[in-house]
T-cell receptor, first 115, second 117 residues
Framework: EPEVTQTPSHQVTQMGQEVILRCVPI?????FYWYRQILGQKVEFLVS????????KSEIFDDQFSVERPDGSNFTLKIRSTKLEDSAMYFC?????????????FGSGTQLSVL | AQKITQTQPGMFVQEKEAVTLDCTYD???????LFWYKQPSSGEMIFLIY??????QNATEGRYSLNFQKARKSANLVISASQLGDSAMYFC??????????????FGKGTKLSVIP
């Protein structure tokens, strides 16, 4: 069964460094999402992306964050200058159609640790 | 106000017994969807079951069923015949009727289920 894949599974970076998290959505999917989960807390929506543009973003998704689909298969989340509080598990997800009952399947996540 | 409330931070269940994980939600939107996800210690988020606000019957997926009580705004997850591998965090989540392309799920804080042999 096709699945969303994320790389790397773990990323360690120094505060202030740029980091790129990579996701390969399911091949015929058109809508893409990033969520994050700070350790011990609930999962939070970051951003949704469709037709090569952001369709919605949360308050968390400030100017330090950006997303792009550089080559038609990858979907990336960039954090320009990481802060300690960016340490979290980042989940990518995708769906083919935006039907209301479409189920959202997540990738296995990237655990980001900012030191 | 919390949109999704999971009042049980932790639950224990004996292997092979059934267990109910509680979830209440708050929305004024007539169109919404309710989800349950399982997060084992390895960290991935595994989709378990979905219930739409207009669905007439309670959702079932194998050993998982959703006890949907619309008037009470509750969507409890029932796991039958618990297995050791069911030990994990369980999250309830809701999608409200938003505009197309915005699949913004709101999650609860989760319930940690421990299955005792």
């Amino acid at each position: 069964e096709p699945e969303v894949t994320q790389t790397p599974s773990h990323q360690v970076t120094q505060m202030g460094q740029e980091v790129i998290l990579r996701c390969v959505p399911i091949s015929n999917h058109l809508y893409f999402y990033w969520y994050r989960q700070i350790l011990g807390q609930k999962v939070e929506f970051l951003v949704s992306f469709y037709n090569n543009e952001i369709s919605e973003k949360s308050e968390i998704f400030d100017d330090q964050f950006s997303v792009e689909r550089p080559d038609g298969s990858n979907f990336t989340l960039k954090i320009r200058s990481t802060k300690l509080e960016d340490s979290a598990m980042y989940f990518c997800a995708s769906i083919r159609e935006d039907r209301f009952n479409e189920k959202l399947f997540f990738g296995s996540g990237t655990q980001l640790s900012v030191l | 106000a919390q949109k999704i409330t999971q009042t049980q931070p932790g639950m224990f269940v004996q292997e092979k017994e059934a267990v109910t994980l509680d979830c209440t939600y708050d929305t004024s939107d007539p169109s919404y969807g309710l989800f349950w996800y399982k997060q084992p210690s390895s960290g991935e988020m595994i989709f378990l079951i979905y219930q739409g606000s207009y669905d007439q019957q309670n959702a079932t997926e194998g050993r998982y069923s959703l006890n949907f009580q619309k008037a009470r705004k509750s969507a409890n997850l029932v796991i039958s015949a618990s297995q050791l591998g069911d030990s994990a965090m369980y999250f309830c989540a809701m999608r409200e009727g938003r505009r197309a392309g915005s699949y913004q799920l709101t999650f609860g804080k989760g319930t940690k289920l421990s299955v005792i042999p």
